[in-house]
């Protein structure tokens, strides 16, 4: 059995201080990859050598700014609920 004092042990905790992660963080982190994800869907569109190729992420490049438009619309409606 240790001899070492409890209140000596808690005291010296070596624990981080850390922020918050709200919920608006974790949106903006998530438009931020798909705002880089449309820009690299734009890149090979531009760059693609057939037309089949093109399509393929013209595709991609539709769906991600749909789920880009809903996280933005999320944001929204967010900083609108925080305002009331």
Known sequence: MSTENPELIDST???????KITL???????????????????EKIDSAKTST??????????????????????LDNLDKSKEK
């Open 53 to 74: 190729k093109a399509n393929y992420y013209v595709k991609k490049l539709k769906k991600n700014n749909m789920s880009l438009m809903s996280l933005l619309v999320a």
């Open 24 to 42: 608006k963080d974790i949106l903006i982190s998530e438009v931020n990859v798909h705002v880089e994800q449309s820009t690299l869907y734009k």
């Open 13 to 19: 905790s070596t624990s981080i201080p850390h922020k």
